[in-house]
């Protein structure tokens, strides 16, 4: 028997390739599906089941390409409906993968169909589970994201107190627990950076898995502080549950090489979003004007998926060299499947044909500190508002990047604007966005929120919330 964890750090997603036997099942796979397809192939193996925990909807799963491509079975819990062919198992179905046993165990309360797979050894005895977005490492899934239901989030979280505790919590302590996603997932509220745990250690220090917690605590627990989940999340369940486009299809159209000229064309006629993935510093220097900046080693496809809110928007873009269709694959992987092309050259080419570009003005955390001793100043901090309560500039206002497109109206060009983040990535994601519509008077601070400390600029300690109303 192998277990083998494939976890993907920019969505902090965990796909699980099991093997026994010349037979794979592969659990909650992402879109590319070559990557699976390859490992059974040199393993000598056959994918026979392709297992989702849930309609995911932080991503778009790679379900659909891995059974054309290899016949194998995809299988979901009870409740599942999908315009495609399925297998809906029932609860406590076994399914037999070379010499051991899948288990469905229904697990409903993060969404209805939600399903976790115990998986039994050769022996018969309980090895693992596979949670989904049901058990995380020191979280539960957030009970607000199910698709089209009648069911309140607090009714969905009295399903997910009963499933833990009567279909997870029975068993062993030594069983494996894998879930779904790690730290920096919008799937649940407080992660674990650690991506496997013993039950037992998940018992012991897990607070929604306490012995002595009431439904009434529990429903309370998991429903306080929720935050909105990112636009994007809804779209991509349907997405997972309709279905897709191919991906290889996907991948041919937005790995063109685009001339300069056809670069602008597109931009200008089609109404392309032009989508800058380079390191942030080189944005800064220079880029196309109009453009929007995610860059492609940052929290990039979640970033994306919470900002451009349209899953059809025709994309063109910038990228390192040699990471084109890495970009088009990870736009591929939050369902943004219209990518037409990008420039090839980069912005070199753009500037030896003689086009316009613009920058940003980016200075030092020690030339802020300079200025801001010298006069007040407009600062902007675009962290979440968790970040921004524990430590902040002192009279520096709080816009999340993550509600930008809802706060637009509070921005104007009538002040100079000093923007910081935690680390430089999200400020300039905010500066180029608010570029994008006519707001240019901006300061971006380099290194952000840890270099401004560094360089002894005053902050305010934890505020309390309540001292903000």
Request: hydrophobic letters at 35%; charged letters at 25%; a negative charge.
């Amino acid at each position: 028997m192998k277990v083998e964890q494939i976890y993907t750090g920019c969505l902090a997603e965990a796909a699980y390739y099991i093997e026994s036997k010349g037979e794979v099942a592969i659990i909650d796979p992402l879109r590319e599906t070559e990557p699976y397809i390859r490992k059974a192939e040199e393993n000598g193996a056959k994918i026979k089941y392709v297992l989702e925990t849930h309609f995911h909807a932080d991503f778009v799963s790679g379900h659909l390409d891995l059974s054309r491509k290899t016949g194998a079975k995809i299988v979901y819990g009870p409740n599942a409906s999908a315009e495609f062919d399925i297998h809906v198992a029932k609860d406590g179905e076994e399914l037999k993968l070379g010499d051991v046993t899948i288990k469905v165990l229904h697990t409903p309360g993060h969404t209805m169909e939600s399903t976790t797979y115990l998986l039994k050894d050769e022996a018969g005895k309980d090895y693992c589970i596979f949670t989904g977005d049901t058990l995380f490492i020191g979280d539960v899934g957030r009970p607000d994201l199910a698709v089209k239901t009648d069911l309140t989030r607090e009714d969905l979280a009295a399903h997910l107190f009963d499933s833990l505790r009567e279909k997870i919590m029975p068993l062993a302590d030594d069983v494996i627990v894998y879930p779904g996603h790690g730290a920096g997932s919008a799937c649940g509220k407080n992660l674990s950076k650690e991506t496997f745990a013993t039950l037992g250690n998940q018992k012991q220090t897990n607070y929604a898995l306490r012995s002595d917690m009431t439904k009434e605590e529990f429903i309370k627990e998991v429903t306080e502080g929720l935050t909105p989940p990112p636009q994007y999340f809804p779209k991509n369940a349907v997405m997972n549950k309709k279905g897709y486009e191919s991906f290889d299809r996907v991948l041919s159209k937005g790995s063109v090489p685009l001339d300069v000229d056809m670069f602008q064309s597109i931009a200008e006629h089609e109404g392309a979003l032009v989508l800058d993935t380079r390191h942030q510093d080189d944005f800064v220097k220079a880029h196309i004007p109009g453009s929007i900046f995610i860059g492609i080693d940052g929290s990039f496809a979640p970033w994306v998926g919470a900002l451009i809110t349209d899953l059809d928007q025709p994309i063109v873009f910038l990228a390192p060299e040699g990471r084109e269709e890495e970009v088009v694959m990870r736009l591929a992987r939050v369902g943004y499947d219209n990518t037409l092309g990008y420039l090839k050259g980069g912005i070199e080419a753009w500037i030896q044909a003689g086009k316009e570009t613009d920058s940003i003005e980016s200075i030092s955390a020690e030339e802020f500190a300079d200025r801001l001793a010298k006069d007040k100043l407009q600062v902007i901090d675009v962290r979440k508002p968790g970040e921004y309560l524990s430590e902040h500039v002192k009279d520096a206002s709080n816009y999340p990047l993550d509600y930008i497109n809802d706060q637009m109206g509070e921005w104007s060009d009538d002040n100079k604007h000093y923007v910081h983040c935690a680390g430089g990535y999200r400020s300039v994601i905010a500066c180029s966005i608010l570029k994008s519509r006519g707001i240019h008077d901006l300061v971006d601070i380099k290194g952000g929120f840890k270099a401004i400390k560094e360089a002894n600029v005053p902050v305010t300690d934890y505020v309390c919330p309540s001292e903000l109303a």
